[in-house]
């Protein structure tokens, strides 16, 4: 994840930071956006549904109609797909299933103004991305099951063996509601958005379809956010960079038909889903489960999609873009 630092800490000067809510239809804002779209079967792990039906990540885009900007911001993001994970249990984001009895530590947080306060429920031997001893993002992504809440943090570091936490910044997901973190917070994700929901699954992948979109990340973005996404991390007014939670879908037109296996199930969510647009990175890097499940993936299954260009994608039309005022 890459942050500045000015932006974050001029964020009172962002458009309201009343909490938003999602309308009865998330993409009713763009009255033409909900054209044939009908959600699909929900998500569920841990025994939680992952959010409503009608939130934005579980509903098909596939009719949605193209953003006017779509092909000049396919123009400005050149590379091909790349999947930030695999059967390295390092390589990739993994997250930890607890119980509702979970016991919860203290957690002090950097970006203390934007991030929902602890205690959290961490398991002392919760992993952690890249592993305990990594230096990248370290994001801990904690399930906390029959409540179904999710916590989330970015730059994780457990004090005393996991007695208490210091992390960047923090997130709380009451699974069961549509309501977003308010305007111009950030979360574990530069683009306020949750992670969990948006990773690729073993599960999912093994029984055959990806009921959600999928999160995506590119070098250089602009200053401005799309609902879902409530924070941006730039500092460019270049309107043909992606804003965070901009949404990007597999053109119909495009054949997937020699992608088999596992691949063949991104591709077909990628074209019913899509990915927003969450945090700055590699372009066309997207993500999926690591950590101890990640055996489960076929490295030379998920290298197909590393073949597919950027220009296989479209950017559909979701909502406007929000900035500072």
Same mark, same amino acid.
């Given at each position: 994840?890459?942050?500045?630092?000015?932006?974050?800490?001029?964020?009172?000067?962002?458009?309201?930071?009343?909490?938003?809510?999602?309308?009865?239809? /998330?993409?009713?804002?763009? @009255?033409?956006?909900?054209?044939? #779209?009908?959600?699909? !079967? &929900? $998500? +569920?792990?841990? =025994?939680?549904?992952?959010?409503?039906?009608?939130?934005?990540?579980?509903?098909?885009?596939?009719?949605?109609?193209?953003?006017?900007?779509?092909?000049?911001?396919?123009?400005?993001?050149?590379?091909?797909?790349?999947?930030?994970?695999?059967?390295? /249990?390092?390589?990739?984001? @993994?997250?930890?299933?607890?119980? #509702?009895?979970?016991? !919860? &530590? $203290? +957690?002090?947080? =950097?970006?203390?103004?934007?991030?929902?306060?602890?205690?959290?429920?961490?398991?002392?031997?919760?992993?952690?991305?890249?592993?305990?001893?990594?230096?990248?993002?370290?994001?801990?992504?904690?399930?906390?099951?029959?409540?179904?809440?999710?916590?989330?943090?970015?730059?994780?570091?457990?004090?005393?063996?996991?007695?208490?936490?210091?992390?960047?910044?923090?997130?709380?997901?009451?699974?069961?509601?549509?309501?977003?973190?308010?305007?111009?917070?950030?979360?574990?994700?530069?683009?306020?958005?949750?992670?969990?929901?948006?990773?690729?699954?073993?599960?999912?992948?093994?029984?055959?379809?990806?009921?959600?979109?999928?999160?995506?990340?590119?070098?250089?973005?602009?200053?401005?956010?799309?609902?879902?996404?409530?924070?941006?991390?730039?500092?460019?007014?270049?309107?043909?960079?992606?804003?965070?939670?901009?949404?990007?879908?597999?053109?119909?037109?495009?054949?997937?038909?020699?992608?088999?296996?596992?691949?063949?199930?991104?591709?077909?969510?990628?074209?019913?889903?899509?990915?927003?647009?969450?945090?700055?990175?590699?372009?066309?890097?997207?993500?999926?489960?690591?950590?101890?499940?990640?055996?489960?993936?076929?490295?030379?299954?998920?290298?197909?999609?590393?073949?597919?260009?950027?220009?296989?994608?479209?950017?559909?039309?979701?909502?406007?873009?929000?900035?500072?005022?």
């Amino acid at each position: 994840m890459q942050r500045n630092l000015s932006l974050i800490l001029s964020l009172a000067v962002l458009v309201s930071c009343a909490r938003a809510s999602l309308p009865a239809t /998330p993409f009713s804002a763009e @009255p033409n956006a909900s054209a044939g #779209a009908e959600p699909a !079967k &929900v $998500p +569920v792990v841990g =025994g939680c549904q992952i959010f409503p039906a009608n939130n934005w990540w579980n509903t098909d885009i596939s009719n949605y109609p193209l953003d006017p900007l779509s092909s000049q911001y396919i123009a400005a993001l050149p590379g091909n797909l790349h999947p930030d994970f695999g059967h390295n /249990p390092d390589y990739g984001i @993994p997250f930890n299933i607890v119980p #509702a009895t979970q016991k !919860k &530590v $203290p +957690v002090s947080f =950097g970006y203390a103004s934007q991030s929902n306060p602890g205690p959290y429920p961490i398991p002392p031997d919760a992993q952690i991305e890249g592993g305990r001893h990594s230096t990248g993002d370290r994001h801990v992504l904690v399930l906390q099951q029959t409540v179904c809440k999710l916590y989330e943090m970015w730059a994780a570091y457990p004090i005393h063996g996991g007695k208490r936490w210091r992390a960047g910044s923090g997130a709380i997901f009451h699974l069961d509601s549509n309501k977003l973190r308010p305007n111009g917070w950030t979360s574990a994700d530069a683009a306020g958005l949750p992670i969990l929901p948006a990773l690729v699954k073993c599960d999912e992948v093994k029984a055959g379809a990806i009921n959600h979109a999928l999160r995506v990340t590119f070098q250089e973005t602009q200053a401005g956010y799309i609902h879902p996404a409530t924070h941006f991390a730039s500092d460019s007014r270049a309107r043909y960079l992606p804003p965070m939670g901009l949404r990007f879908r597999m053109k119909a037109s495009y054949d997937i038909s020699h992608i088999t296996g596992q691949a063949h199930v991104v591709a077909v969510a990628m074209k019913k889903y899509g990915m927003f647009v969450a945090d700055n990175g590699t372009n066309w890097y997207f993500q999926g489960q690591g950590g101890k499940q990640a055996s489960c993936w076929n490295n030379n299954d998920l290298d197909q999609l590393k073949n597919v260009p950027g220009t296989a994608f479209e950017v559909v039309k979701t909502g406007r873009i929000l900035r500072k005022t």
